[in-house]
């Protein structure tokens, strides 16, 4: 069992940066995709950006011009870079990991975001 953790949610006001790293328990974290998804009360959870095994990121539309997503193989974390956070971008964070052999989530890591 993979045990994935998240780190660095907090409260911010818009305008603000805020920066999320996800670490894992496992010898093999270079063979998981890794990705981050966000819920906010009431929706669905959604994906906001992922990154291969490989290093090749891709961002949703909504956040695209403000976060950035990598990886660190050697320290095994995924970070998600966040700036010119909006409110809209409120929502518990989650970072999934997954390749053939399981998929693991995190528990989660809460952003608020709020004048």
């Known amino acids: 069992q993979v045990q994935v953790e998240e780190s660095g949610g907090g409260f911010m006001q818009p305008g603000g940066s805020l920066t999320l790293s996800c670490t894992a328990s496992t010898n093999t974290f270079s063979f998981y995709h890794a990705a981050w998804y966000r819920q906010a009360p009431g929706k669905q959870r959604e994906l906001v950006a992922s990154?291969?095994?490989?290093?090749?990121?891709s961002l949703e539309d909504a956040v695209k011009d403000r976060f950035t997503i990598s990886r660190n193989n050697s320290n095994n974390m995924v970070t998600l870079q966040m700036s010119d956070l909006k409110p809209e971008d409120t929502a518990t964070y989650y970072c999934?990991?997954?390749?053939?052999?399981?998929?693991?989530w995190g528990q989660g890591t809460q952003v608020t975001v709020s004048s």
């Open positions: 999934k990991l997954w390749w053939s052999m399981g998929t693991y």
């Open positions: 990154v291969t095994r490989s290093g090749s990121p």
